[in-house]
């Protein structure tokens, strides 16, 4: 009866001993698996790019400055275009050769009175300069009377800034003739209404926009910027009347 008893707690001993290892030893040959809605991690790379193009896009906002660019549009002819960013961050962007099919040079600018578009005087617009109110200084251009060379100034540096915008931000090469950092920047979000246009964007070390290739064509600084005036002056006097359309002038038949 006694040895019966010893027995039975020697087997119990040995059991006491030998399970533990062996369920180690299964959970080592399966490992737990990695859930599958882990995010893989931002390469350090591109986040160094997203950091430093925000950063170049926020000097940019700080920039009062008159500089001008040569726009070289789709299928058009290359011209220059003025872009002034005064002290008290009121803005004017003029842009030959523009409206009514090509024959009409315009001015944009946002003041503090409005947001304003001006026809200036040219051998096929001979009346003087007037400029129309589009609305609030921080209201959008419609599109038909957008020429989009001032959003890189105005509110695509705003989305450049935005840490939390649905974009793609690598460096690219510099194109030749452009001393800065440049950087492609793609859209991540599948709507139709992007905030700004995918493309390069490229600046100096102080924030001075040296280049942009979008859908509107390319930009390129030509020569040192000018000293910034303490607020933009209107291209001419405001007038009531229809702003000045992209598209020529429909015919009146004869």
């Not at 964007?201 to 064509?217: H, I, K, L, S, W």
């Not at 910034?228 to 598209?247: F, H, N, S």
Request: charged fraction near 20%.
């Amino acid at each position: 009866m006694h040895v019966h008893r010893r027995a039975g707690r020697r087997l119990a001993g040995v059991l006491a001993l030998t399970l533990p290892t062996l369920v180690a030893a299964c959970v080592a040959d399966h490992p737990r698996p990695t859930p599958a809605d882990r995010a893989d991690p931002v390469p350090v790379q591109v986040d160094a790019a997203r950091d430093e193009l925000a950063g170049l896009a926020a000097a940019a906002q700080d920039r009062h400055l008159t500089a001008t660019y040569a726009w070289a549009p789709p299928g058009g002819s290359s011209r220059t275009v003025t872009w002034i960013s005064a002290n008290d961050d009121s803005w004017r962007v003029d842009v030959p050769g523009w409206g009514r099919g090509g024959t009409v040079d315009v001015s944009l600018a946002g003041t503090s009175d409005g947001l304003f578009q001006c026809a200036l005087p040219s051998a096929d617009h001979p009346q003087p300069a007037g400029c129309v109110r589009l609305g609030d200084s921080d209201d959008a251009v419609p599109g038909r009377l957008d020429p989009r060379v001032q959003h890189p100034f105005t509110d695509w540096l705003e989305v450049l800034t935005d840490r939390r915008a649905a974009l793609a931000v690598s460096p690219t090469t510099v194109p030749p003739g452009v001393t800065g950092r440049c950087y492609a920047v793609d859209s991540t979000a599948a709507s139709m209404n992007a905030p700004l246009d995918v493309g390069v964007y490229c600046f100096g070390e102080d924030g001075t926009p040296v280049a942009v290739r979008a859908t509107f064509g390319s930009l390129t600084l030509t020569g040192k910027p000018g000293p910034a005036p303490a607020t933009v002056e209107l291209a001419g006097a405001v007038i009531e009347g229809e702003p000045i359309g992209r598209d020529a002038p429909t015919p009146e038949p004869s």
